[in-house]
């Protein structure tokens, strides 16, 4: 069996099981809930504080990796936004749910257990990069963009709302309370005891296959409500436009091939349930949001599998 075949049963094959155990009943959608709570405000955490303080980031090129990833997600949001809005006759701020799930990509749940299994250690530090920034900057782009469409009769907009806005649902965020704590012990130059270290490392290793089953488990909340074609188009940006021009700008720019193969594969991961969460907290797109998220992340097997082979065949 292919490394490429091998790991994507590996991963979506422990989502299949979270699902099955939720469909079967064995498992109550509770429990998905508590266990991705504890996935992502503890293990994942865990995780990426111990890839902070140890990881060595030297040629991982930052500032390209973000130029090639996000440009890949401004395309796809700019996509999105004029599909629902052009094509299918939706108000602004719809197009705004339809743009971030078009270019959001699930990082965590699926993408740090992904990208361990295909590229190992120094795939996973690479992601860490994408991770430090992913969530802020998504979350300011939608807040600004929402607000903007929804003030544009009477043209005000609130700075200081948008900032509070902002540092409402970034800061107390676990995924970046352990990157930044990670980051500030790298710079004290301390080194972690063997307890703390063994203490960290038995959470830490648990991170992605638990992810994994609980994403699949929580998955049995989500399902295809209506806007079965506006959800199928913002799919297809997500899954074939996005990792397109991600593969484009990475040769572009010339990145190393790792750094390359890690944004072309974090932008083909399908969009994540922040996009729900999102819909909720704006009181508009549920529906779109849970069927783009269900139909995305039906495909992904195929699709992900794809642009793994490409990246390979491209970058090596």
Not at 21 to 29: I, M, Q, V
Request: charged share 10%; aromatic share 10%; proline share 4%.
């Amino acid at each position: 069996m292919s490394p490429v075949v091998e790991t994507i049963l590996f991963v979506f094959g422990l989502v299949a099981l979270g699902y099955i155990a939720g469909l079967t009943g064995y498992l109550k959608t509770t429990v998905g809930d508590a266990l991705t709570e504890f996935a992502v405000g503890v293990a994942m955490p865990l995780l990426l504080f111990r890839t902070m303080v140890g990881a060595d980031f030297h040629g991982s090129a930052p500032w390209a990796l973000w130029t090639a990833y996000f440009s890949a997600a401004a395309a796809a949001w700019l996509g999105g936004h004029l599909a629902m809005t052009r094509i299918f006759g939706r108000d602004p701020q719809m197009g705004v749910i339809g743009g971030f799930s078009s270019a959001y990509s699930n990082l965590v749940l699926l993408g740090i257990p992904f990208m361990l299994g295909a590229l190992g250690r120094e795939g996973f530090e690479v992601l860490s990069l994408l991770i430090a920034i992913h969530l802020p900057v998504m979350t300011m782009t939608s807040i600004i963009l929402f607000d903007v469409f929804g003030h544009r009769k009477t043209g005000t907009i609130s700075a200081g709302e948008i900032l509070r806005a902002f540092a409402r649902r970034v800061l107390p965020n676990p995924l970046m309370i352990g990157i930044l704590a990670g980051v500030v012990w790298r710079f004290t130059g301390f080194e972690l005891s063997s307890f703390v270290g063994r203490l960290i490392d038995s959470l830490a290793d648990i991170a992605g296959p638990l992810a994994l089953f609980a994403m699949g488990l929580s998955l049995r909340k989500f399902s295809i409500v209506g806007n079965v074609l506006p959800a199928t188009v913002l799919s297809l940006l997500k899954l074939f436009l996005m990792p397109a021009v991600a593969l484009g700008v990475a040769l572009l720019l010339g990145l190393p091939p790792m750094t390359a193969k890690v944004a072309v594969m974090a932008a083909a991961l399908p969009s994540g349930v922040n996009s729900y969460l999102l819909a909720m907290q704006f009181g508009t797109g549920q529906a779109l949001a849970s069927s783009q998220m269900s139909i995305a992340t039906t495909c992904a097997a195929v699709t992900i599998a794809f642009w793994m082979t490409v990246a390979q065949v491209v970058f090596g």
